[in-house]
């Protein structure tokens, strides 16, 4: 009894506590009002129904949102807001996920200008007279050079210190520091373990090995947690970078165009700076934490509890060996940077055989030339072979090297360093104080062995956060590699965006460089006008282009069909490369209209486009098919475009228009090009430069597609060679024919000076006509001077008799020609 109301006690005043707020809770309750319970329920009720109506909005709002997502993901589309995001849904588990795709704003470029345009400090100092001259070519290296490259690109990778790249930094960092912590606890543990096995104390062996699986289950996750997180930063890395680049490339800059044809930066290959460059800086720079941090996190760890068990002259051994491994290492390493860099060059070439053979299948069938791209392909595999071959036998003997210093010679030498506390007691740390204090001999063996494994296991975890450390040197320089290419590449963008093309202050510009662009482009006119702008074929930066058309002026307006006439290489592509601004305006002036749309231009290429896609995209294309569907068409009056540009059994020929084909071997070359009449037809544009869009067409086709363009009242300016296309059009400018040396004429066609033109054209091709004759002679008369052979003395050789025989054969052939 006793016992039961001791158990009971503690209960009983939270009991009595209990009681008597219910006890007051019943009386003020008794004592409310009616209106306070009327409202009480009143507003219970409304809590019910608001939740519930809360609860049945968010299930219609999710339910609609994963049917958008479904929808759109089917159509491979999405949707774009008003400041210009982008929304996209990308497959997850048995539903969609919504992503939302931010575009670099213009003022994160502007900031970001001075990072990429000009040079790091110590090359300032070396040129302060052209402070906004681009970053200097310098080699890959660990330099200043490069720690400037690297900032700015960390500017980019992480641009917030609350962003999601930080937290999986943040989240990185306490995972390698845990992995550290974990380092001791499991050296310590396999000391005990030890001590207790050659003690015989069974309970506590136990016991151990209990903790030790604990620990390494603990330990797992954390090292599978530090490799996922390394990966997550890795990709983190990537999007940014890539969604920075993807903005400062593609955009209405024309950047894309320019970067390799204007500024040769980079050269051609913007395309494996952007995919194969990018991808191993991101995880070559996401890594560098791992390899660096954590090693240099471990060695102060390490050497702290070394000292502390093992004394200072411990630690004077281990800065030595640290200095000499070092050492050794780095007089004996190959150059795998560099070898690493021709490598990748050499996979580049053979990569870039098969791509040029499958981009010309065709005509390689058609010359049977299928053993000489073999030889080419064998040859180019060789290389590559011979090259690995050689960078393998290198890294035999480095691994060999490698091997025994950082493991074997460690190891060797953390026995001596562990031994000292049991050798020279004098010079150890707490181990030594131990072993001086005495104790009895059984004791005094076991704490021998459990301090000896302990150590052995710092100094194994020493000695690999040591190698990782001398690994990571190797690491950094190919970094530094990555590095300068990614640098290069942002930079040159950033060049060709801001137009940033700087002559030096001792030099002048060459003429027409792209640093001596001083005409005016003018857009939103209503018509196409160019007032004293010269036609020049632009070269690559620093070089200046060449002049094609000295002074070129007309003007064009609503309904004024132009036809711009001309031999080859006269510059008739020119004017519209530089109506369009891929080319730049050197001089005068260049008005036009702003962009595609019913009150724009739109610009129909000689090689027609066909992207990637459904049938549908490539009628509408540059727009999507939200685009379409936002501008209420819909797929019928698709139909009826493509039976104006006389192709209406394209649809039912391929399957419809949501089919996904390579476009561009399924149609013909007049089947492209109608296409593109059908694209001018779905946008209906107030103006349209044609460049040869009809060249593979019939006449008769090429006349309705001409007809219903202009129906539609669309204002043509066609580049070509066919007179047939003047009845279609009112103007004409023919280039590389003008008089006075203005190497072109502006005339107004079926006028009287139209047609005397055309009469003397007609006249100049029948003078020429008759003297063909003529330079036949003449022809024959220089074959037959070159024809003779003429000694030394001046006599003249003889021919061979075969020669005579072939003659009298000749003239018998055609003897016997003249009779028939």
């Not at 024919?737 to 055309?758: L, P, Y």
Request: proline share 4%; aromatic share 10%; hydrophobic share 40%.
């Amino acid at each position: 009894m006793a016992a039961q109301s001791t158990l009971r006690q503690p209960h009983d005043p939270l009991l009595a506590l209990y009681k008597h707020y219910a006890s007051l809770l019943r009386t003020r309750v008794g004592e409310a009002s009616k209106l306070t319970k009327l409202l009480s329920a009143i507003t219970f009720a409304l809590t019910i129904i608001g939740s519930g109506y809360g609860a049945r909005t968010w299930y219609k709002k999710t339910r609609a949102e994963k049917e958008t997502g479904r929808r759109l993901l089917r159509r491979n589309s999405g949707l774009r807001g008003k400041d210009g995001s982008r929304t996209i849904y990308v497959p997850y588990r048995d539903s969609t996920s919504k992503v939302v795709i931010n575009p670099t704003k213009p003022t994160t470029f502007d900031a970001h200008r001075r990072l990429f345009l000009q040079p790091p400090r110590a090359a300032r100092m070396a040129d302060a007279s052209n402070p906004q001259a681009p970053p200097p070519q310098t080699k890959p290296g660990l330099n200043l050079a490069f720690l400037h490259q690297f900032l700015s690109l960390l500017n980019i990778m992480i641009p917030r210190w609350n962003s999601k790249e930080s937290g999986l930094l943040i989240s990185h960092s306490v995972f390698l520091m845990l992995r550290t912590y974990l380092s001791l606890v499991v050296a310590r543990l396999d000391g005990e373990i030890v001590r207790d096995l050659v003690a015989g104390n069974g309970k506590a062996f136990l016991w151990g090995i209990v903790k030790w699986l604990g620990v390494g289950t603990f330990s797992s996750y954390t090292n599978a947690m530090i490799k996922f997180l390394q990966s997550k930063v890795s990709i983190a890395f990537r999007t940014r970078l890539t969604r920075y680049i993807h903005d400062l490339y593609l955009n209405d800059h024309l950047n894309y165009y320019k970067l390799s044809n204007l500024d040769g930066g980079v050269g051609q290959g913007a395309d494996q700076f952007i995919t194969q460059d990018l991808t191993l800086f991101c995880a070559s720079a996401a890594s560098l934490y791992s390899s660096l941090g954590k090693p240099f996190v471990d060695i102060c760890v390490f050497n702290y509890q070394l000292i502390q068990s093992l004394g200072p002259l411990a630690f004077t051994g281990l800065l030595s060996n640290y200095f000499l491994t070092a050492t050794i290492l780095r007089r004996l390493s190959p150059p795998f940077g560099k070898l690493k860099a021709v490598e990748g060059r050499r996979e580049g070439d053979f990569r870039a055989l098969h791509s040029r053979l499958i981009a010309n299948a065709e005509e390689v069938a058609f010359y049977g030339g299928d053993e000489m791209e073999k030889h080419f392909l064998d040859k180019g595999f060789k290389d590559l072979k011979h090259w690995m071959e050689g960078i393998y036998s290198l890294k035999i003997r480095y691994n060999m090297l490698e091997d025994f210093v950082l493991k074997y010679s460690w190891s060797a030498f953390g026995y001596l360093i562990t031994s000292l506390p049991v050798f020279l007691p004098a010079w150890g740390g707490l181990g030594s104080a131990q072993e001086l204090s005495g104790g009895e001999k059984q004791n005094r063996e076991r704490n021998r062995m459990k301090d000896f494994i302990t150590n052995k296991r710092l100094m194994l975890s020493l000695a690999d956060a040591g190698g990782r450390m001398m690994y990571s040197i190797k690491d950094l320089s190919e970094l530094a590699g990555y590095t300068s290419r990614v640098y290069t590449l942002i930079s040159t963008l950033h060049r060709v965006h801001s137009d940033a093309y700087h002559p030096t202050p001792d030099t002048r510009p060459e003429l027409y460089s792209v640093s001596d662009v001083q005409g005016t482009v003018h857009k939103g006119f209503d018509g196409l006008r160019l007032e004293h702008v010269p036609v020049v074929a632009p070269a690559l930066h620093p070089m200046g282009g060449d002049e094609l058309i000295e002074s070129l002026s007309f003007i064009v307006h609503s309904g004024e069909h132009l036809l711009i006439a001309g031999p080859n290489g006269v510059g008739k592509s020119a004017v519209a490369r530089i109506v369009a601004g891929l080319w730049p305006t050197y001089r005068g002036l260049v008005s036009r209209p702003r962009t595609i749309g019913t009150d724009g231009i739109m610009f129909l290429p000689q090689r027609p486009y066909l992207s990637t896609g459904t049938l549908r995209d490539q009628v509408i294309y540059p727009h999507t098919e939200v685009d379409m569907k936002a501008a209420g068409r819909r797929d019928m009056e698709l139909s009826d475009i493509l039976e104006e540009a006389k192709l209406g059994y394209i649809p039912d020929r391929e399957g419809g228009w949501d089919t996904k084909k390579v476009w561009k071997d399924v149609f013909s070359g007049g089947e492209k090009q109608r296409m593109g009449i059908a694209r001018l037809l779905y946008h209906e544009p107030r103006y349209a430069f044609i460049d040869e869009g009809t060249s593979a067409v019939s006449s008769d086709v090429e006349g309705l597609l001409y007809e219903r363009a202009k129906a539609k009242g669309i204002t043509l300016i066609t580049i070509s060679t066919r007179a047939s296309l003047k009845r279609y059009h009112t103007y004409t400018l023919t280039l590389g024919q003008g008089e006075q040396g203005d190497e072109w004429e502006f005339q107004r066609i079926g006028t009287d000076s139209e047609k005397s033109s055309v009469e003397k054209e007609l006249a100049e091709l029948r003078e020429r006509l008759a003297k063909v004759e003529e330079w036949k002679q003449r022809k024959q008369e220089i074959e037959e001077e070159l024809a003779r052979v003429w000694l030394e003395g001046g006599d003249e050789l003889a021919p061979p008799a075969y020669a005579e025989v072939e003659e009298e054969q000749a003239q018998e052939v055609a003897s016997e020609a003249g009779d028939a």
